[in-house]
């Protein structure tokens, strides 16, 4: 069975441009959610899906937005890119009632 | 105070020692505990999973909590090489699943052979 799986792997951008990255979780999870780690700063929360809807949002600006796709797929999106978004992007799925969370292997954005 | 404190390390044990990794936690409302394993560049795999005090062993890991102390552990033993990697603690209160996990910074681990 496939795991969390995200696109693309790494990503540059210029400062100022959009940035979207994609996830599609594991068969059957409909939370989506996802985290920036960012370097020597840890795993911080930025958003969770499920059901389509927007459940919990970190402590980010709201350039930082995404969405969930019927099919439970999800996107993030981060407008206005700036220096200090350069980080290693993690989706992680679950299901609902369950806590355990599955990783993908991330989403690397360089800004420049 | 942050609500989960960790060692980021990094912690150097030659092949075959016992490791241990710890947290501690400010939220007593935390039931939910994982550890996950990162290695360099890729993403956080799960380790172990438990919701009570006590241990769990799973082949050469054993988690253990002790929610009196606020304290978490991972014991490693026989350690190997390919064990080197960091490795993150995540936390949760119950009844909100889907709650955004809250991680510890991570301790980097080095097992040499």
């Known amino acids: 069975e496939a795991g969390v799986t995200q696109s693309p792997t790494h990503l540059i951008k210029t400062r100022g441009q959009q940035a979207t990255l994609r996830c599609s979780p594991i068969?059957?999870?409909?939370?989506v959610y996802w985290y920036q780690q960012a370097l020597g700063l840890g795993l911080q929360f930025l958003l969770w899906y499920d059901e389509g809807e927007e459940r919990n949002r970190g402590n980010f600006p709201p350039r930082f937005s995404g969405r969930q796709f019927p099919n439970y797929s999800s996107e993030l999106n981060v407008n206005a890119l700036e220096l200090e978004d350069s980080a290693l992007y993690l989706c992680?799925?679950?299901?609902?009632?369950?806590?355990?969370?599955?990783f993908g292997q991330g989403t690397r954005l360089t800004v420049v | 105070q942050k609500e989960v404190e960790q060692d980021p390390g990094p912690l150097s044990v030659p092949e075959g020692a016992i490791v241990s990794l710890n947290c501690t936690y400010s939220?007593?409302?935390?039931?939910?505990f994982m550890w996950y394993r990162q290695y360099s560049r890729k993403g956080p795999e799960l380790l172990m999973y438990?919701?009570?005090?006590g241990n769990k062993e799973d082949g050469r890991f054993t988690a253990q909590v002790d929610k009196s102390s606020k304290y978490i552990s991972l014991f490693i033993r026989d350690s190997q090489p390919s064990d080197s990697a960091t490795y993150l603690c995540?936390?949760?209160?119950?009844?909100?699943?889907?709650?955004?996990?809250?991680f510890g910074k991570g301790t980097t681990l080095s097992v040499s052979s």
């Open positions: 068969s059957g999870h409909t939370s």
């Open positions: 438990t919701y009570s005090s």
């Open positions: 995540a936390m949760t209160p119950p009844g909100q699943a889907g709650t955004a996990l809250i």
């Open positions: 939220n007593s409302a935390f039931q939910y």
């Open positions: 992680a799925s679950s299901l609902q009632k369950y806590t355990e969370a599955f």
